[in-house]
């Protein structure tokens, strides 16, 4: 199996800035694109910022100049550098994976529990 575990969220004032952290662990042969989702209260589930395997990243409009995504092959770890936070960026946030597994062909995605961000005064 795969695992994702977030960290890094947590209460912070507008302007502030906060890391998420995403470690992807387990049966794992290659990670193909990682990503980051966000979810707030009666909204649907939006992209945040995605990058792929060659470091190709694209970030919703909204974020676009203020987060940040990169990752850590050796460590199959993606991160979300969030500056200049907004208190319209308040939601919960979701790590993504593609993952193809060891003895598996096929490529799968995977999702973290989600961590709370909340920007407030």
């Known amino acids: 199996q795969v695992q994702l575990v977030e960290s890094g969220g947590g209460l912070m004032q507008p302007g502030g800035s906060l890391k998420l952290s995403c470690a992807c662990s387990g049966s794992i042969f290659r990670i193909y694109d990682m990503g980051w989702y966000r979810q707030a209260p009666g909204k649907q589930r939006e992209l945040v910022a995605r990058?792929?395997?060659?470091?190709?990243?694209n970030y919703a409009e909204s974020v676009k100049g203020r987060f940040t995504v990169s990752r850590d092959n050796a460590k199959n770890t993606v991160y979300l550098q969030m500056n200049s936070l907004k208190p319209e960026d308040t939601a919960v946030y979701y790590c993504?994976?593609?993952?193809?597994?060891?003895?598996?062909?096929?490529?799968?995605?995977?999702w973290g529990q989600g961590t709370q961000v909340t920007v407030s005064s």
């Open positions: 993504n994976a593609v993952v193809q597994r060891l003895l598996h062909t096929g490529m799968y995605d995977y």
């Open positions: 990058i792929t395997i060659d470091s190709i990243t």
